[in-house]
Nanobody
Framework: QVQLVESGGGLVQPGGSLRLSCAAS????????MGWYRQAPGKQRELVAT???????SYADSVKGRFTISRDNTKNTVHLQMNSLKPEDTAVYYC??????????????WGQGTQVTVSS
């Protein structure tokens, strides 16, 4: 059993910053790619950023230059530093991880989500 727990969401004014964190725990052998997705009301869930276990990153065009994804493989954590936030960044943000368990079962796990609201 593996759990992903997000933290760091909240209310911020336009132009402000937030840092999201996600910690994975449980029967983990290895975590391959980790990422952040978001879902705004009435919209589909969309990819925000991903990072591989070797540190290669990719970003949605809408967040390039504003968001930075990072991870600590020793702690099985992933972070999303969000700067210059805009009202359109308002969404529930979900952590995602491609997990290999100690039984060598590989699957994709999701966190419960954390709300980010950008508003004045």
């Amino acid at each position: 059993q593996v759990q992903l727990v997000e933290s760091g969401g909240g209310l911020v004014q336009p132009g402000g910053s937030l840092r999201l964190s996600c910690a994975a725990s449980g029967s983990i052998f290895r975590i391959k790619a980790m990422g952040w997705y978001r879902q705004a009301p009435g919209k589909q869930r969309e990819l925000v950023a991903t990072i591989t276990d070797t540190g290669s990153t990719s970003y949605a065009d809408s967040v390039k230059g504003r968001f930075t994804i990072s991870r600590d493989n020793t702690k099985n954590t992933v972070h999303l530093q969000m700067n210059s936030l805009k009202p359109e960044d308002t969404a529930v943000y979900y952590c995602n991880a491609r997990v290999v368990t100690i039984n060598l079962v590989e699957y994709t796990d999701w966190g419960q989500g954390t709300q980010v609201t950008v508003s004045s």
